[in-house]
């Protein structure tokens, strides 16, 4: 494999998609996963269909055996890895007082254990790259709080936490390993907020109105390019001004 090669998790829908579509149009093959394996077959098959090359690897990103299973599959297919992109998230939002233990495992799980996992497994491979990049997608949640979240919190500030001791483990290593934090975006995560919800939520925003996908996938796109050689251990907030 001659082109670079990213590993986008999360990367069946929402977020994920748009920064898989961008990175793979910037040159890089992809790998994509997530759990669902249809509808993430599909989307690797719309990425083909659109001249970019594409395999779906389908994974439960919290689980540490489907993860070791992924890497041996990404190795045997492309050889390499040079960007990886910690995208697999979920919510269970709900006051403190009403948070079940479940909700908080769940979250912390699939949003900072799986960072822990994939990064992990991704050092054999990525360490071998000239540009190797991790990129984590945090939350501005995770920069300022926000009630009704402090699973979701906590599992974005630790992301911040880990890109900042990986990077500081790696950067004489060449690998630069940084966070972005998305505000208030489109996706099927915000979808299910209802109007009063969605109205509070974006008076919050400076900006006054909710980011898309592509605006995130413009952030890692420039984060895995070799314009940012000599950035690491930052948090991009892509917020509409949220964070500041
Ligand atoms: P989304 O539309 O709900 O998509 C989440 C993606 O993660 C899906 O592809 C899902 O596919 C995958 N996923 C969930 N659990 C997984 C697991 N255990 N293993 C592998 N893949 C898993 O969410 P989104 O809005 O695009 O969010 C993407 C990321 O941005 C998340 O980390 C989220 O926390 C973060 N973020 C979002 C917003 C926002 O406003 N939307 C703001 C800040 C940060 P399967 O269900 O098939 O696994």
Known sequence: MTKPVA????????????IARKLGKAGFALAVAARSAEP?????G???????????FPCDVSDAA??????????EKFGRLDAVV????ITRDGLLMRMKEEDWDAVLDINLKSTFLVSKAALRL?????????VNISSVVGVTGNPGQCNYAASKAGMIGFTKAMA???????????????????SDMTGHLNEAQKTAALS????????????IAEAVSFLVSPSAAYITGQVLCVDGGMAM
Request: with cysteine.
């Open 204 to 215: 919050a925003i400076p900006m006054g109105r909710m980011g898309t996908g592509d605006e």
């Open 86 to 89: 910690n995208n697999a998230g």
């Open 40 to 44: 993430l077959k599909a989307f690797a």
């Open 168 to 186: 500081r483990e790696y950067a004489g290593k060449g690998l630069c390993v940084n966070a972005v934090a998305p505000g208030f975006i489109e």
């Open 7 to 18: 590993l986008v998790t999360g990367a069946q829908r929402g977020i994920g998609a748009a």
């Open 66 to 75: 489907q993860v070791d299973a992924m890497f041996k599959a990404i190795q």
């Open 126 to 134: 990525i360490l071998k790259s000239s540009q190797g990049r991790i």
């Open 46 to 56: 719309e990425l083909a269909a659109e001249g970019i090359e594409a395999e779906a």
